[in-house]
């Protein structure tokens, strides 16, 4: 397997599968793994073969999130770097903008397979996916009150949203793990798969999301994050654009012809 600090598998499938590649070290979050995560993303955006992002982690971690022996070493490792309040609270808001945000914002699906342990930083990736999906083996938590953290990488704004204010709150002060099976009745995961068949169960999944009407599921996810910060009144206007762009495409058009001859839809992309 390449050393590279994250390796993209383009499969026949329209299944673009990240794996973040540190297995020695848990795959923590370095500056470089981040980095090569936003180009991999960006990439895939505007890939139009790729139709459904999936992202793992090599070995037996999803990612343990930030690497807590850098920052043993280097204070500044937290932020990557900086010396200034600004300069520093900057590059790590960019970072996390960059992973984080474009997982959110990315217009085709995202799919978190957690095949380990997620915690920290990390789990603001979890969170910020359409759909998780955990080996039981999975370890889900928030972890930053365990290393004195307040909490980064959008998981103060994203666990609450899934999980309740309440719980959320519980499990930032507390720092405990989450199995597999925990971590699905509280809704923080979609499903639970054994671990033996895990990612070619998971793949599955992904590839089913990826024969769906592409530029549609983008259109949906704007919605729901625009929803988020806005009146009803504007969702409406907002949904109502969005949908005369989908009547437009040529998947929409085709699947009612489709529905009206009694077949099954057959999606493009496009």
């Known amino acids: 397997m390449s050393d590279a600090p994250i390796l993209v598998d383009t499969r026949d499938d329209g299944v673009a599968l ?58 500044r490792a937290v932020t990557f770097g900086g010396e200034s309040d600004e300069e520093a609270s900057g590059l790590l808001a960019r970072a996390a903008q960059s992973t984080t945000g474009a997982i959110y914002d990315l217009p085709k699906p995202v799919v978190a397979l957690i095949n380990g342990v997620a915690v920290g930083g990390a789990l603001g990736l979890v969170l910020a996916c359409d759909v998780r999906l955990a080996s039981s083996r999975a370890r889900l938590g928030t972890a930053f009150r365990n290393v004195g953290l307040s909490g980064d990488f959008g998981t ?62 983008g259109r949906m996810k704007a919605n729901l994050n625009f929803g988020e910060g806005h009146s009803l009144r504007q969702a409406l206007a907002h949904e109502a654009l969005n949908q005369r762009f989908s009547a437009l495409d040529h998947d929409h058009h085709d699947a009612a012809v489709a529905f009206a001859s009694k077949q099954e839809p057959v999606f493009h992309g496009r």
Do not use: H
Not at 175 to 180: C, I, K, P, S
Not at 198 to 214: H, I, K, N, R, V
């Open 18 to 75: 990240i794996t973040l590649n540190r297995p020695d070290r848990l795959n923590a979050m370095s500056a470089d793994l981040l980095a090569q995560l936003a180009d991999a993303l960006t990439a895939a955006a505007a890939d139009p073969a790729v139709r459904c992002v999936a992202i793992t982690g090599a070995g037996r971690a999803f990612s343990a999130g930030g690497d807590v022996k850098d920052m043993a070493a280097d204070r």
């Open 156 to 217: 103060t704004y994203l666990l609450p949203r899934l999980v309740g204010w309440g719980r959320a709150r519980e499990l930032f002060l507390s720092g405990d793990l989450l199995d597999a099976e925990g971590a699905r009745e509280i809704g923080l995961v979609t499903a639970v798969y054994d671990a033996d068949t895990f990612l070619e169960d998971a793949l599955a999944y992904c590839a089913g999301l990826a024969q769906g009407p592409t530029l549609a599921f």
